[in-house]
Each structure stands twice: as structure tokens, then as C-alpha cells.
């Protein structure tokens, strides 16, 4: 299994074709850095090709699924005076970011995200490239794309308020919400292991 400074790749138990990939920085309740950007699309091209993986469970370590992006990997500072160099650069980044969540949705495993605590910004974009959603019923959200459809979207951008878990259910964020910790890793790993 390879070593990743941001992530961290466990199977369920052995011999399970369940693998659990997760953001393992809770000192930063899990904010998406550089390298954590870096680091999901190898981790999944990694559990795509492995004949042993036929299920991937997403979440992250700690308190939180993920906070959003790490401030520091939006730096792109441009050089001044250069606008148009500036702006192919920032194209690129943000190309470049946005290169990890395609990874998820690029992946042929089913990958689930099992949400717990905050998911935030960045978090949603990487919920939502999953192929199936669960959370904890005290998990919130913010930021909501229009999975939740326009009406939902909009009440929700213009509020700015945050979305708990039991609500993310009943908008179809997610397919099932959990009481706990315990009984959401639980319940989608018995989900996962289809028994």
C-alpha cells in the first residue's frame, strides 16, 4: 500500500474488497491542502487498479470530513504588473485543484463519502463527486451545489446558513443519515460490503 503524507489507505478488515481512504489532517480539520490535492487523485488511480478494492469509502480523520481548502493552497500570488500571465497562472491552479475531485468521479470503484462533523466548500465538491452520500445526523454542511436543486441553492447561498445532516437528507444530499460516529462507519461499511 503506498504511503501518502496527507491521506491515509486502510482496508476495512482483512480481506474485505473495502478500502478506506481518508484525509488524514485533523490538526486542520481535514482543510484540503496542496498536497492533500496532490495526493487524492494518486490515492484513487492507486485503489482503481488494485484488483482487491471494489469498494471506496471517503472520509476524513478527527472531527470533521473536510473543512474546505487549506488558504495556503490558494496562493497564487501574481507577479505585478503581469495581469495576463496572472490569470493563465490562477487558470491553472484552480485546473490543477480541481483535478482531485475529477478523480474521484473518474474513479470505476463506487466511492462513498461518509460525512461527519464539517463539510464544507472544497468538502462539498469532494462529497458530491462521490457516488453515494451518508453522514451523521449532526453533520453539517455549507455551500450546497444544485444537486439540492435551484430553490434549495439559492435559500441556501443567500442565508449562508449551514445545512445539518437529517436536512441533508431530506434535500437528497445524502441517502441516509446516522446517530452517531460508530453507526455511520458501521452502517456504510456493512452498505459497502453489500451484506
Known amino acids: 500500500m503506498e504511503k501518502f503524507k496527507t491521506l491515509e489507505i486502510v482496508r476495512a478488515s482483512p480481506g474485505s474488497a473495502v478500502f478506506h481512504l481518508r484525509l488524514n489532517r485533523p490538526s486542520s480539520r481535514n482543510a ?9 487523485p494518486l ?13 471506496l469509502i471517503l472520509s476524513g480523520a478527527g ?10 493552497a490558494l496562493d497564487s500570488s501574481p507577479p505585478p504588473g ?7 497562472r490562477l487558470r491553472r ?19 462513498i463519502a461518509a460525512v461527519h462533523g464539517a463539510c464544507v466548500g472544497g468538502g462539498v465538491d469532494v462529497a458530491t463527486a462521490c457516488d453515494v452520500r451518508y453522514c451523521m445526523e449532526d453533520a ?42 460508530r453507526e455511520l462507519d458501521d452502517g456504510v461499511r456493512v452498505i459497502a460490503e453489500g451484506k
Open 32 to 40: 484540503l491542502s496542496l498536497d492533500s490535492f496532490a495526493e487524492l
Open 43 to 55: 490515492a484513487l488511480s492507486s485503489l482503481d487498479r488494485n484488483p482487491d478494492a471494489l469498494v
Open 63 to 72: 472531527h470533521h470530513f473536510y473543512s474546505g481548502i487549506d488558504f495556503a
Open 82 to 88: 503581469d495581469c495576463g500571465r496572472a490569470g493563465e
Open 93 to 111: 491552479h484552480i485546473k490543477y485543484l480541481q483535478r482531485a475531485v475529477t478523480a474521484i468521479e473518474r474513479c470505476r470503484k463506487p466511492v
Open 140 to 181: 453539517f454542511f455549507s455551500r450546497l451545489p444544485s444537486i439540492v436543486g435551484y430553490g434549495n441553492t439559492m435559500e441556501l447561498a443567500l442565508t449562508v446558513r449551514r445545512v445539518s445532516g437529517s436536512e441533508a437528507k431530506e434535500l437528497g444530499l445524502v441517502s441516509r443519515d446516522f446517530g452517531s460516529k
